[in-house]
Nanobody
Framework: QVQLVESGGGLVQAGGSLRLSCAAS????????MGWHRQAPGKQRELVAA???????NYADSVKGRFTISRDNAKNTVYLQMNSLKPEDTAVYYC???????????????WGQGTQVTVSS
C-alpha cells in the first residue's frame, strides 16, 4: 500500500505565497507522473499541475507563470510553489501519483487526503 501525505496549506493574503509538499511512502517500485489537483466548493476537481518522472511539466492556464511544480525523486516528494496567490485559488489541494506498486498489474493512481488553501482578499 502507498500513502501520500500533503502539507503546507493554510491561510494567506492575496499576493502571498505558499509551498505545498506531498511525500509518498509505502511499498512500491517506482513513481511515474505526480500532480496537484484542486477542488473549490461547488466546483469539480481540476488539474493544477503535473510532472513526469523525467521532469516534464504541464500547468493549468489559470496558474501558468504563478505556480511551479517540482519533485525530488530521491525523497519521493512533489512540491507546488504557489506565488501571487489570488482569492480564486482558494480550494482543497490534492496530490496524486501514478505508482508502480506491483509486478502483476498496471501502475495505480493514489491520492492524498487534501490540504486546504485559503486566499483572502
Amino acid at each position: 500500500q502507498v500513502q501520500l501525505v500533503e502539507s503546507g496549506g493554510g491561510l494567506v493574503q492575496a499576493g502571498g505565497s505558499l509551498r505545498l509538499s506531498c511525500a509518498a511512502s509505502g511499498s512500491f517500485f517506482s513513481i511515474n507522473a505526480m500532480g496537484w489537483h484542486r477542488q473549490a466548493p461547488g466546483k469539480q476537481r481540476e488539474l493544477v499541475a503535473a510532472i513526469t518522472s523525467g521532469g516534464s511539466t504541464n500547468y493549468a492556464d489559470s496558474v501558468k507563470g504563478r505556480f511551479t511544480i517540482s519533485r525530488d525523486n530521491a525523497k519521493n516528494t512533489v512540491y507546488l510553489q504557489m506565488n501571487s496567490l489570488k482569492p480564486e485559488d482558494t480550494a482543497v489541494y490534492y496530490c496524486n501519483a501514478d505508482v508502480h506498486d506491483s509486478l502483476y498489474r498496471l501502475p495505480t493512481d493514489y491520492w492524498g487526503q487534501g490540504t486546504q488553501v485559503t486566499v483572502s482578499s
